[in-house]
């Protein structure tokens, strides 16, 4: 069945479309500071301005700061079509998210609001968030197994409580998975982002890609690893076997091959 509001947000995010990354671009606004988990694979203790990565951000905004900086960049740029919370830390861990979130869409109606977020918290956030006018959510699901997750998190912190091992990483993807069902039934657009991490996740995506298929999701963005944080001694895949992978999983669900792995400030066109 045809969906027109999905179908209008995939032909002008560039994420979600390879084309439309040619003609329209997106802002990010760092106002998320604050973690609820812990991958292996993170750090934000420090910013390059030539650093081109997730959880990087040359400094951190107020609500009002982004609409403010917000303006600034729409008017200098007419090709912004979407603008997005997706760090430094995790969005929905940040009150400062919504309320960003309210005040842009109030301004900007006709923007696509997005979101880019670990999914431990999307479920519940999802009635503020469609108020704030969020259309496009990004979840970032590395794994669905216990097991596997296990390995790339550190622990989960929710509700007061903390979880580590098996326990945290049930408790990640039984949220993520409520999440993107819940989210896909309001009618939104679902991106899932998954690091590909050797000898650790990389024979597990095909499981990752049918799940979240399932879920609801519409695209699959894997992503390279970058070695850092506990996951430094690590070496990065090769493009090649990136490439093999996507074509592989193409089937199952639909893939991104043109993501540039952006800043929590990153602005501008993807190239």
């Known amino acids: 069945m045809r969906d027109p509001a999905c179908e209008e947000i995939t032909r002008e995010h560039p994420c979600y479309n390879?084309?439309?990354a040619r003609w329209f671009g997106r802002v990010h606004l760092p106002v998320a500071p604050d973690c609820n988990i812990k991958c292996r694979y993170c750090t934000r203790l420090y910013d390059c301005a030539n650093e081109n990565r997730p959880g990087v951000t040359s400094r951190l905004m107020t609500p009002g700061e982004a609409l403010e900086y917000l303006k600034r960049v729409v008017e200098r740029d007419g090709r912004i079509r979407v603008v997005g919370v997706a760090g430094p830390g995790e969005p929905l861990a940040n009150k400062a998210t919504i309320y960003t979130l309210q005040l842009v869409h109030h301004r900007f109606p006709e923007l696509i609001k997005c979101i880019s977020t670990n999914g431990l918290l999307l479920a519940e956030k999802l009635p503020e968030l469609q108020e704030a006018g969020v259309r496009a959510v990004t979840v970032t699901v590395n794994a669905v197994s216990p097991?596997?997750?296990?390995?790339?998190?550190?622990?989960?912190?929710?509700?007061?409580?903390?979880?580590?091992?098996?326990?945290?990483?049930?408790?990640?993807?039984?949220?993520?998975?409520?999440?993107?069902?819940l989210v896909r039934e309001l009618g939104m657009v679902v991106k899932v982002n998954s690091v590909l991490i050797p000898g650790v996740n990389d024979d597990h995506l095909e499981e990752v890609a049918r799940a979240v298929k399932a879920a609801g999701a519409h695209v699959m963005n894997i992503i390279p690893l970058i070695p850092q944080g506990k996951f430094a001694g690590l070496l990065p895949p090769p493009p090649e076997r990136v490439n093999l992978l996507r074509q592989k999983l193409s089937p199952i669900i639909e893939q991104m091959t043109h993501c540039r792995r952006c800043r929590a400030d990153a602005v501008g066109m993807l190239s």
């Open 147 to 181: 097991v596997v997750g296990s390995r790339i998190y550190d622990y989960v912190s929710y509700r007061g409580q903390v979880y580590k091992g098996t326990a945290g990483a049930e408790l990640l993807w039984r949220a993520q998975h409520a999440g993107i069902r």
């Open 18 to 20: 390879k084309a439309a």
